[in-house]
Structure formats: structure tokens, C-alpha cells
């Protein structure tokens, strides 16, 4: 089969691999298509922590079973399923508390071992997950990075009522603001390109803000009606937005800090217990997440449109990964397809 590997920073290459075996609790699949992660272009270009080289890439994956290991149960031949890349060991503290998102000894596929820019992949039958059969490839290779938004709005307990703002419109700060909106919040959508609220605007129809306005905090009030938001998701991994948040909730007010920054935070600390801040992190998903997930793209509360706005052909996009991914400006999200 052929795989696109990364050796390392700036160096992806095509090779020949043979097809693997999958073992007693795998399955085989045939990748069909599998999304783009921010996690794939920083390990391209060296930036993604926690990663070690050659690697193959690739975590939002759709693909159709080809072969079924001696000890699984409920997946069979055929079967279209997306991949829940988090491989836990179900033994840890967390895990046996149901976090199987933020195991101890947590790997993924496509960042600790091999994912899917391949033609076939062997993956364990617990992280697959069937969907519907009139899914798309696309939105079924989305539904991961949006469970990674829809677990961020249950660790923020949005509810019907809340006032919702989301720093940072990529594809995970959209996924977020899309579900606070199923959730019946009232959301809005900061960001510094304004393309990026344009399209927040058209395809949600949310209100958006740029945070370079020297009255940031003052039209965000004006926005949720005189009074600042009671939950902020910082999607950015952006330092300072991460330690400005603070100031842009409401007494009694939620902060989710889904990106991630490589560094140490300050807080100010008479600001924070003032307003007896919660503090959050968001890591991965759950299988419950993936549940939830298809469900609002059934009820069509997500669609693939919301991300997707670039298709590439595996079998060339390798010669041309950092040109037409890595430096391109007007990408929102990138779906390889396998044709």
C-alpha cells in the first residue's frame, strides 16, 4: 500500500508499505478520507509537542471495514466508521472514572503511533464508531474534530440561556460555537481575520467581534446585552488571549481553555477570585462526545460546510503539503480523499 510519511520537520515522502494484520481486537480499514488537523501541519513544521518522527499522520479518519479481528463483536465488514484516534488503557484513575479522553497513558493514532495518510489502516474495534449510512466521507471524517468541540461545551456546561463567547474562528472554535448554539446559548465568535467572522457569520448567523478594537470589552458587553459572557472558550493557544480572558467574564463566570500554549500563564489573581472564576481545561473526546455528535449532524445542527473548504487528492497532495495546506491563508479545513 502507499503511505505518506513524515520523517521529520518539512519532509513528507510516499512509500510502499505492506497492507497491515490486523490483530485479534483490530479491524482493518480502508481509509476513504480523512481530515486535516491543525496537529498535522505543526508536526510538519516542527511545532507540535509531545511528537516523535518518522510519522505517519493523520487522526480524522473515515474508512470502511475490511477485516475484522477473532475477538470483536460488534463491527463487521462493510461497516463505514469514524475513528476515535485516543487509545486508553481503561485501568488508570481517570479512565475508571469514564475520562478515557485524558488517560495517564493516552495514545493517539497520527501523533504517539501511525495514523491514517494510508491506504489501509488496522485500528483497535473500541475506537471505531459506526455511522449512519447516508453520511458523506467528509462528514463522517469531521465528526472527530468536532467531538473535540462538542466535549469543550459540556466541560463549559452550556446551557439554554448562557452567553457564549469563543476566541479564536478555526475549525474547533467554530465546532464550539456551532454546538453552544444547538445547546440554545447566545454566542459570539471573536477573531482577528476578519474572513474568519465573515464565515462565521454567513454559515451560523452568529455575532462576531475583533478583539483589536481598542473597547474590546465594552462592545462585547454591548453585544450580550450590558453584561459580559458567562462562558469564554479560548480556542486560540494564544498567551495573551489566555491570560486576558479573565477579565472578559461575568462575576461567577466560566473560562474553557481548549488551545494549547507551550508556556506559563499569568492570571490576575485579585480579578479571578473576585469573580470566583472557574478555570477549565478541554482535552479530546469521549465515545459519549462521538454519540452527541452524530446526532446534531443527523439533526443537521453540524454540517461538514461549516469546516470544510478544500479537497485534496492523496495520491499528489504529499508533492505540494506545504504549499497548499501549511502556507495557505484561506484554509478553513482540508479533507483528503483517496480516489
Known amino acids: 500500500m502507499k503511505t505518506l510519511i513524515c520523517n521529520g520537520p518539512n519532509d513528507l515522502e510516499y512509500i510502499e508499505q505492506s497492507v497491515p494484520t490486523p490483530n485479534s481486537d483490530e479491524v482493518l480499514l480502508k481509509i476513504s478520507a480523512i481530515g486535516i488537523c491543525g496537529t498535522d501541519i505543526h508536526a510538519y513544521t516542527g511545532k507540535q509537542p509531545f511528537f516523535s518522527y518518522p510519522r505517519v499522520l493523520g487522526h480524522e479518519i473515515c474508512g470502511v471495514v475490511q477485516e475484522v479481528g477473532t475477538d470483536c463483536k460488534d463491527v463487521a465488514v462493510g461497516d463505514r466508521v469514524a475513528v476515535m484516534p485516543v487509545i486508553y488503557c481503561g ?12 488517560c495517564e497513558s493516552a495514545s493517539l493514532y497520527g501523533v504517539h503511533q501511525d495514523g491514517g495518510f494510508c491506504e489501509f489502516l488496522a485500528v483497535k474495534a473500541i475506537n471505531t464508531i459506526k455511522v449512519p449510512a447516508h453520511f458523506s466521507d467528509c462528514a463522517t471524517a469531521y465528526v472527530e474534530p468536532f467531538t473535540i468541540s462538542a466535549h469543550a461545551v459540556r ?22 460555537a456551532a454546538v453552544a448554539k444547538a445547546k440554545g446559548a447566545d454566542v ?21 467581534i475583533n478583539p483589536t478594537t481598542g473597547v474590546y470589552a465594552e462592545e462585547l458587553a454591548k453585544l450580550c446585552g450590558g453584561q459580559l459572557p458567562s462562558v469564554l472558550f479560548d480556542v486560540t493557544g494564544n498567551k495573551h488571549a489566555m491570560t ?13 481553555f481548549v488551545g494549547l500554549y507551550i508556556g506559563d500563564l499569568k492570571i490576575d489573581d485579585p480579578t479571578f477570585h473576585k469573580k470566583e472564576t472557574t478555570l477549565l481545561s478541554s482535552r479530546n473526546s469521549s465515545r459519549e462526545d462521538y454519540e452527541y455528535v452524530i446526532s446534531l449532524l443527523e439533526s443537521g445542527d453540524l454540517h461538514e460546510k461549516l469546516l470544510h473548504n478544500r479537497t485534496y487528492d492523496f495520491y499528489t497532495i504529499g508533492n505540494s503539503y506545504e504549499e497548499d495546506v501549511v502556507n495557505n491563508k484561506e484554509l478553513i479545513k482540508g479533507l483528503i480523499t483517496f480516489n
Open 91 to 102: 485501568e488508570c484513575p481517570a479512565c475508571k472514572a469514564g475520562k478515557t479522553n485524558c
Open 155 to 176: 466541560r463549559g456546561e452550556v446551557a439554554k440561556g448562557s452567553t457564549v463567547l469563543v476566541v479564536g474562528a478555526g475549525p474547533i472554535g467554530i465546532g464550539v
Open 188 to 208: 459570539i465568535v471573536a477573531d482577528v481575520q476578519e474572513s474568519r467572522l465573515e464565515h462565521v457569520r454567513n454559515s451560523l448567523g452568529l455575532k462576531t
Open 244 to 256: 486576558d480572558a479573565v477579565s472578559l467574564i461575568c462575576a461567577g463566570g466560566k473560562i474553557v
